[in-house]
């Protein structure tokens, strides 16, 4: 069964930074793209950022560029995000998700909150 479980949100100040975690089963991680998206109060989920499946090539939000690093260690079967310079506005569910034989799979998402 395939599975992301993210994991490292949490409460921090603004201009902080935090990492998150996404760790998969039940499917071949090194072959798919990851990415990582975010739902704040009352607003559609996002796309954060995306990273292909060796690695080589990510992508961002333009609010997120400069900011956010997306990463992975496919021996590990983990896609990481790590942010920093935090503000308010990142406040929201961060969810992992993957695309396994046309099927679209999300984590249960890990809350960040921004806040003074």
């Known amino acids: 069964q395939v599975q992301p479980v993210e994991s490292g949100g949490g409460l921090v100040q603004p201009g902080g930074s935090l990492r998150l975690f996404c760790t998969t089963s039940?499917?071949?991680?090194?072959?798919?793209?990851m990415s990582w998206y975010r739902q704040g109060p009352g607003t559609e989920r996002e796309l954060v950022a995306g990273i292909t499946n060796t690695g080589r090539y990510t992508n961002y939000a333009d609010s997120v560029k400069g900011r956010f690093s997306i990463s992975r260690d496919n021996a590990k079967n983990t896609v990481y995000l790590k942010m920093n310079s935090l503000t308010p506005e990142d406040t929201a569910m961060y969810f992992c998700?993957?695309?396994?034989?046309?099927?679209?799979?999300w984590g249960q998402g890990t809350q960040v909150t921004v806040s003074s």
């Open positions: 998700r993957t695309v396994w034989r046309t099927t679209i799979f």
């Open positions: 039940g499917f071949t991680f090194s072959s798919v793209f």
